[in-house]
């Protein structure tokens, strides 16, 4: 592509990201909803103007990365672990039961092949990390009990993602599965996700020390973004999501990290400020552009709208996708209605989901049939879910632990009252 068309194309959809993300807000709903129908809207789905290339889809990589990396700053790495077991069941339940539930739809209901049955039962395993924590910071809930549960299961589930995408994907090829190879990347995501937030800690420290005697302008976002992308890479190059990486390095510069035996290196609570107010702008910048990119990916011109079998197909799926995540959050022990606020929040599928369906079509695990009924069911899980989260909230938040509210965001209340202040304008 012509680096000016790509240039105008950027251009659009930064533009139409804002002006749907506001008028989603003026209606009431999160602006992300705003931004996934900017794609739609752009992409092939309607006007067909821009095609989700290399390119885009890079910068939307960069754009989860950054956001998980915002999102592992403002962690209270306490909460998490105090979440880590019930996350740990809700990302087990959310990850097996819609690969049985999946499986055994396509398999005996609808007499699918056993390798396109597998694929379809490890799509639905996917659970949407930039979409949910999205949609919890638009509505102010991602310190809340359910959002901590929701944000270590989404992460858990992505690593779990890979290691079975990598295992299908070697059945596919070999018709066997190595267990040999499923350990070593077992081994080295989890060897990865120990020692990366102590290397972050150690290079933080050194860019503190130098920026405190040469205040170099620039200093600290440029050499930020080094570190998450070179994270990213690392995690990447591991088996390991790169999302991953980023969220790892967020976490290590967290005011609430402290490594182990390093009172020396103790968390400095203005250098991560530092870091987290002059990261918001290029955070700002970068995660529009990955929920357009999802809205672009979502090619529903390939649907055939007519057919009852893409209907019914397509229904049982999403019944199979949604119970199979609740069925997870169910199994934990907190009130109902936060056990209903962590099944919806990790029902999302999105990118991750985009990405099994993708290998799938590519590889010619999936014929066209099946895939664009994937897509049908992404589509309903991506677009639909945050509609779902918000009106839930708005119904039963006062009945939910709230927790300390995000600056500049609000708490959804009882009728539709907000708590706290008003929507952060970006």
Same mark, same amino acid.
């Given at each position: ?10 251009? !659009? *959809? ?23 129908? #900017? ?6 789905? !309607? ?12 910068? &939307? ?16 790495? =306490? ?25 055994? @739809? ?16 490890? %799509? ?29 299961? &989404? ?44 290397? &972050? ?30 994270? &990213? ?32 290196? #103790?968390?400095?609570?203005? $250098? ?14 970068? %995660?529009? *552009?990955?929920? @357009? ?16 079998? %893409? ?14 995540? $609740? ?9 109902? =209605? %936060?056990?209903v606020a962590i099944g919806m929040g990790m029902v999302p599928r999105g990118e991750v989901g985009l990405v099994f369906a993708e290998l799938s079509r590519v590889t010619g695990m999936l014929d066209p049939g099946t895939y664009a009924i994937l897509m049908l069911v992404i589509a309903y899980t991506t ?13 039963? #938040? ?16 009882p009728a539709g009252s907000t708590i706290g202040p008003g929507p952060v304008r970006d």
């Open positions: 592509m012509e680096a000016h068309l790509f240039l105008l194309q950027l251009a !659009l *959809i930064l533009v139409a990201a804002r002006i749907l993300g506001e008028l989603a807000l003026m209606g009431g709903l999160p602006p992300v909803i705003g931004e996934l129908l #900017a794609g739609v809207l752009l992409g092939p789905s !309607l006007l067909g103007w821009i095609e989700p290339g290399e390119t885009l889809q890079m910068l &939307a990589e960069i754009g989860v990365i950054m956001l998980v990396f915002e999102v592992g700053l403002d962690a209270d790495i =306490n909460r998490l672990v105090h979440a880590g077991g019930q996350s740990l069941i809700v990302a087990i339940g959310g990850f097996v039961l819609p690969f049985l539930l999946g499986f055994a @739809v396509c398999r005996y209901a609808f007499d699918f092949e056993l390798l396109p049955s597998l694929m379809v039962g490890g %799509t639905l395993t996917a659970t949407s990390i930039g979409i949910t924590v999205r949609v919890l910071t638009d509505l102010g809930r991602r310190h809340s009990t359910e959002g901590q549960i929701i944000l270590g299961a &989404a992460v858990l589930d992505d690593v779990m993602g890979v290691m079975l995408l990598s295992v299908l994907y070697d059945f596919s090829q070999h018709g066997h599965i190595s267990g040999a190879h499923l350990l070593r990347i077992g081994a080295f995501i989890g060897l990865f996700f120990v020692l990366a937030p102590v290397a &972050a800690k150690l290079i933080s420290h050194m860019i503190d020390v130098f920026h405190r005697r040469h205040d170099t302008p620039g200093l600290i976002p440029t050499t930020m973004v080094a570190l998450v992308l070179s994270f &990213a890479g690392l995690a990447h190059f591991v088996g390991a999501p790169e999302l991953l990486g980023g969220f790892a390095a967020g976490l290590a510069l967290s005011r609430r990290f402290f490594l182990p035996f390093g009172i020396a290196l #103790a968390a400095d609570h203005h $250098f991560s400020d530092l870091i987290l107010s002059q990261m918001k702008p290029i955070v700002r910048l970068f %995660t529009p *552009i990955f929920f @357009v990119m999802v809205g672009l990916s979502l090619d529903l011109r390939i649907v055939d709208w007519g057919s009852s079998q %893409t209907w019914v197909i397509s229904l049982a799926l999403l019944a199979v996708a949604i119970a199979g995540k $609740f069925g997870g959050a169910l199994c934990v022990f907190q009130p109902a =209605n %936060t056990r677009l639909l879910a945050p509609f779902w989260i918000k009106s839930f909230y708005k119904r039963h #938040a006062d009945g939910m632990e709230l927790s300390i509210s995000e600056p500049g965001h609000q708490y959804v209340g």
